[in-house]
C-alpha cells in the first residue's frame, strides 16, 4: 500500500499520528490535568468522535478482534495514568525521550508471531540486517534528542509505559487482521474507549484516586475532551499505519518524529532545552534509511 510518488502508506499516516502526539503531549505539560480524570475524558473523548462511524460501518465479528483489544485496553487502561501524571513531572520532551527503546522490541518480538515474514527478510539478509540497523540508531537516536537530568526520573515515572508501548503495537497489528479496514479503525477507537472506560471507573469506584470535585471540574472536563479528540485522530492514523506495515514496529519508530516536533516547538516559543540537533537529524535521517531499505522488500 503505497502512493504513486513512492513514500509508503505507513510512514504518511505515522507523520500524522506523530504531529498529533506531540499536540496531545505539549496539550497536557500545559493544562496538567490530573492523570487518572484525563485518561477517562480521553476515552470519553474518543467514544463521541467515533460513534457516528461505528453506527454506519458497524462492527468486526471475529472473536479474536476483542480478545486482542480487551488485552490491550487493560495495558493501556494503566499505560494512560502512569504516562499523562508523568508528563508534568518530567516534561513532555524528558517523557518522549525514555520511550524509544521499546520499537527494536517490538521490532523482533513481531518474527516471533509471523515466521513467514521472518522467511521473507532473510530472503534479502542484508536489507535484514540493515532495516535492524536502523532501527536500532533510530532508537538510539530519539533516546538522545534530549540530555536532561530528569531523563532517569522520567524513567522511574513512566516505567510501565514502556512496557506498554512494546507490547502494544503488537496486539494493535493483530487486532487489525482481524477486522476490515472499513471497519478496524473506527471500531478499535470506539470499542478499546467502552473498555477503558469501563475499567478505569471500577478502579475509580474502588481506589477513588480523585474527588468528583477534580473529575467533574470544568477544566478537567475541558482538557480531557480537547486532549481526546486529537488522541482519538492520532489513534486512527496510526491504526491506519498499522493496516499497512507488515511489521508493527514500524508505525512507533515514524510516531518518534514527535519529540523532534516538541523540540521544534520549544525553540520556536524561545523555551531552554538540552535538545540534540544531531540525534534530530539522525531520526530523521533513519527513517528515510527505512523508507529505503523497505522498498527491497
Same mark, same amino acid.
Given at each position: 500500500m503505497a502512493f504513486p510518488f513512492l513514500v509508503p502508506a505507513w510512514v504518511l499516516f505515522g507523520c500524522?499520528? /506523530?504531529? &498529533?502526539? /506531540?499536540?496531545?503531549m505539549l496539550l497536557q505539560e500545559r493544562l496538567r490535568v490530573d492523570g487518572y480524570a484525563l485518561a477517562i475524558w480521553c476515552k470519553i473523548a474518543c467514544v463521541c468522535v467515533t460513534l457516528p462511524f461505528v453506527l454506519v460501518n458497524g462492527l468486526p465479528t471475529q472473536p479474536l478482534f476483542y480478545l486482542f483489544l480487551g488485552v490491550g485496553a487493560v495495558l493501556w487502561s494503566i499505560s494512560d495514568v502512569v504516562f499523562f501524571r508523568g508528563i508534568p513531572q518530567a516534561g513532555a520532551g524528558a517523557v518522549s525521550r525514555v520511550l524509544p527503546s521499546s520499537i527494536l522490541i517490538s521490532f523482533l518480538l513481531w518474527f516471533v508471531i509471523d515466521p513467514d515474514l521472518l522467511r521473507t527478510y532473510l530472503g534479502q539478509p542484508w536489507v535484514f540486517a540493515g532495516i535492524a540497523v536502523v532501527m536500532a540508531l533510530w532508537a538510539f537516536c530519539a533516546s538522545n534528542l534530549r540530555k536532561c537530568p530528569v531523563s532517569m526520573g522520567a524513567l522511574r515515572a513512566v516505567w510501565f509505559v514502556l512496557f506498554a508501548a512494546s507490547i502494544g503495537p &503488537? &496486539? /494493535?497489528? &493483530?487486532t487489525t487482521q482481524n477486522a476490515a479496514i472499513e471497519q478496524g479503525p473506527y471500531a478499535y477507537v470506539f470499542v478499546e474507549g467502552l473498555m477503558m472506560i469501563t475499567l478505569l471507573g471500577t478502579y475509580g469506584l474502588i481506589r477513588r484516586p480523585i474527588t468528583p470535585g477534580v473529575f467533574f471540574a470544568p477544566a478537567t472536563m475541558r482538557g480531557g475532551m480537547l486532549i481526546g479528540m486529537v488522541m482519538a485522530a492520532a489513534v486512527l492514523l496510526s491504526l491506519y499505519a498499522y493496516y499497512a506495515a507488515d511489521n508493527p514496529a514500524y508505525v512507533p519508530a515514524v510516531k518518534l518524529l514527535d519529540a523532534v516536533i516538541i523540540l521544534g516547538v520549544y525553540a520556536a516559543i524561545g523555551r531552554r532545552n538540552n535538545g540534540d540537533i544531531w540525534s534530530g537529524l539522525g531520526v530523521v535521517a533513519c527513517a528515510a534509511l527505512l523508507i529505503a531499505l523497505k522498498s527491497f522488500v
Amino acid at each position: 500500500m503505497a502512493f504513486p510518488f513512492l513514500v509508503p502508506a505507513w510512514v504518511l499516516f505515522g507523520c500524522g499520528a /506523530a504531529i &498529533l502526539s /506531540a499536540v496531545l503531549m505539549l496539550l497536557q505539560e500545559r493544562l496538567r490535568v490530573d492523570g487518572y480524570a484525563l485518561a477517562i475524558w480521553c476515552k470519553i473523548a474518543c467514544v463521541c468522535v467515533t460513534l457516528p462511524f461505528v453506527l454506519v460501518n458497524g462492527l468486526p465479528t471475529q472473536p479474536l478482534f476483542y480478545l486482542f483489544l480487551g488485552v490491550g485496553a487493560v495495558l493501556w487502561s494503566i499505560s494512560d495514568v502512569v504516562f499523562f501524571r508523568g508528563i508534568p513531572q518530567a516534561g513532555a520532551g524528558a517523557v518522549s525521550r525514555v520511550l524509544p527503546s521499546s520499537i527494536l522490541i517490538s521490532f523482533l518480538l513481531w518474527f516471533v508471531i509471523d515466521p513467514d515474514l521472518l522467511r521473507t527478510y532473510l530472503g534479502q539478509p542484508w536489507v535484514f540486517a540493515g532495516i535492524a540497523v536502523v532501527m536500532a540508531l533510530w532508537a538510539f537516536c530519539a533516546s538522545n534528542l534530549r540530555k536532561c537530568p530528569v531523563s532517569m526520573g522520567a524513567l522511574r515515572a513512566v516505567w510501565f509505559v514502556l512496557f506498554a508501548a512494546s507490547i502494544g503495537p &503488537l &496486539l /494493535a497489528k &493483530l487486532t487489525t487482521q482481524n477486522a476490515a479496514i472499513e471497519q478496524g479503525p473506527y471500531a478499535y477507537v470506539f470499542v478499546e474507549g467502552l473498555m477503558m472506560i469501563t475499567l478505569l471507573g471500577t478502579y475509580g469506584l474502588i481506589r477513588r484516586p480523585i474527588t468528583p470535585g477534580v473529575f467533574f471540574a470544568p477544566a478537567t472536563m475541558r482538557g480531557g475532551m480537547l486532549i481526546g479528540m486529537v488522541m482519538a485522530a492520532a489513534v486512527l492514523l496510526s491504526l491506519y499505519a498499522y493496516y499497512a506495515a507488515d511489521n508493527p514496529a514500524y508505525v512507533p519508530a515514524v510516531k518518534l518524529l514527535d519529540a523532534v516536533i516538541i523540540l521544534g516547538v520549544y525553540a520556536a516559543i524561545g523555551r531552554r532545552n538540552n535538545g540534540d540537533i544531531w540525534s534530530g537529524l539522525g531520526v530523521v535521517a533513519c527513517a528515510a534509511l527505512l523508507i529505503a531499505l523497505k522498498s527491497f522488500v
